[in-house]
């Protein structure tokens, strides 16, 4: 018996979660593509849509990676090590993409939830993997914090886009009366 053995139902969970989350978000998307295109609008997206689509893969292939039946943590959480690295990077790309798209002005909560906690969450995933050779125990509750707090950013995110969406809904320009 490894340390990953108690984590199965935990990961299928979160798993199965993330991946039904992908495809509300894509229902989501699709019905919004009728809505007039905004110049720019491009951009936001890719600073605002895109990324919880990613946060929500990541919990997805995370949960795929720790439900394998590994051995030892070792490969585990080099995989873990490497995605968390790449979220790390692609934390800052979105930050970047935030302060350069015009179509929306980001307050406070939006810099929380788009670049600073998924920050965290990425870096979380690569500390632990470092740690998980020395503490395989605390390495994978860090590791399962990392995953749930993707997840509630993503489901935080969506739900931030929808009602973006739904209440920035451009009305229909009345004929003039003749």
């Not at 490894?2 to 139902?9: A, S, V, Y």
């Not at 935030?98 to 920050?119: G, S």
């Not at 929808?162 to 920035?168: D, K």
Request: hydrophobic share 50%; with cysteine.
């Amino acid at each position: 018996m490894t340390i990953l053995t108690g984590w199965e139902n935990f990961y299928v969970i979160v798993g199965s979660s993330a991946g039904a989350l992908i495809g509300l978000q894509f229902v989501v998307m699709t019905l919004l593509a009728e809505r007039p295109i905004v110049p720019g609008q491009e951009k936001a997206g890719s600073a605002f849509a895109t990324p919880t689509v990613i946060h929500f893969g990541t919990v997805l292939l995370l949960s795929a990676v720790i439900s394998a039946p590994w051995q030892t943590v070792g490969i585990p959480a080099i995989l873990w090590g490497l995605m968390g690295l790449i979220g790390i990077v692609y934390a800052a790309i979105v930050a970047r993409r935030m302060r350069k798209q015009t179509v929306y002005q980001p307050v406070f909560e939006d810099w929380l939830c788009h670049a600073l906690l998924p920050f965290a969450a990425y870096a979380t995933m690569t500390g632990s993997a470092g740690a998980a050779y020395a503490y395989p125990h605390g390495a994978m509750f860090g590791i399962g914090v990392a995953a749930l707090l993707l997840l509630f950013i993503g489901i935080h995110n969506a739900w931030d886009a929808v009602t973006y969406h739904v209440y920035s809904k451009k009305r229909p320009q009345r004929e003039p009366r003749q």
